[in-house]
């Protein structure tokens, strides 16, 4: 199946730093990307459309000077939390759509102290 | 009402039992439907993937659409400790990427 690559799989920081997420399709490319975001025994929650040479699109809610996104080419897409505070700390999860499946990265635990 | 609808478990089985993982949802114009199982601190992986009504089998897995009752299921034979994980359902419609997803059952199988 479809290979999507997310890294790192675990970051720490400091408050008031800047995390970057990034987010691969190793063998396929892929125009729209999505940014899902995890809280302990929840299900996922889509925080905003990645779309390759275009701005990214968000969901109600979710701040776009937090959670900057940069689709820069078909195969990558970063995530970066800005200014990270402890209530950010969750897991984020990318996925690339194929047509009609989506795959999953492996997640980025963040936890910001 | 949430568009999709799952029991979050946890639902607990012994080794060898047959599991049946549920999701209901009420927009009629859901299309697509995907069974995704979720290991502890790793992204979804993609088990099943139906869109149309019936049963689909895939080794010890058979996922079922029941498009007039708006109902769908995951049944698992033989399960095994390794299949203890979160199972989420997904669903979407022609017009959207994005997918709808249940919250997620947490299936247990002991030895």
């Known amino acids: 199946g479809a290979v999507v690559s997310q890294h790192p799989s675990w970051v720490i920081c400091k408050s008031g730093t800047s995390v970057k997420i990034e987010c691969r399709s190793l063998d396929f490319q892929a125009t729209t990307m999505f940014w899902y975001r995890q809280f302990p025994k929840q299900s996922l929650m889509l925080m905003a459309t990645s779309n390759e040479g275009s701005k990214a699109t968000y969901e109600q809610g979710v701040e776009k000077d937090k959670f900057l996104i940069n689709h820069a080419s078909l195969t990558l897409s970063t995530l970066t939390v800005t200014s990270a505070h402890p209530e950010d700390s969750s897991f984020y999860i990318c996925?690339?759509?194929?047509?009609?499946?989506?795959?999953f990265g492996s997640g980025t635990q963040l936890s910001v102290l | 009402q949430k568009e999709v609808e799952q029991d979050p478990g946890p639902l607990s089985v012994p080794e060898g039992a047959i599991v049946s993982l549920n999701c209901t949802y009420s927009?009629?114009?859901?299309?697509?439907f995907m069974w995704y199982r979720q290991y502890s601190r790793k992204g979804p992986e993609l088990l099943m993937y139906t869109y149309s009504s019936g049963n689909k089998e895939d080794g010890r897995f058979t996922a079922q659409v029941d498009k007039s009752s708006k109902y769908i299921s995951l049944f698992i034979r033989d399960s095994q400790p390794s299949d203890s994980a979160t199972y989420l359902c997904?669903?979407?419609?022609?017009?959207?990427?994005?997918?709808?997803f249940g919250t997620g059952t947490r299936l247990q199988v002991f030895p």
């Open positions: 997904a669903m979407s419609d022609f017009n959207t990427d994005k997918l709808i």
């Open positions: 996925s690339a759509r194929l047509p009609e499946k989506l795959f």
């Open positions: 927009n009629s114009a859901f299309q697509y």
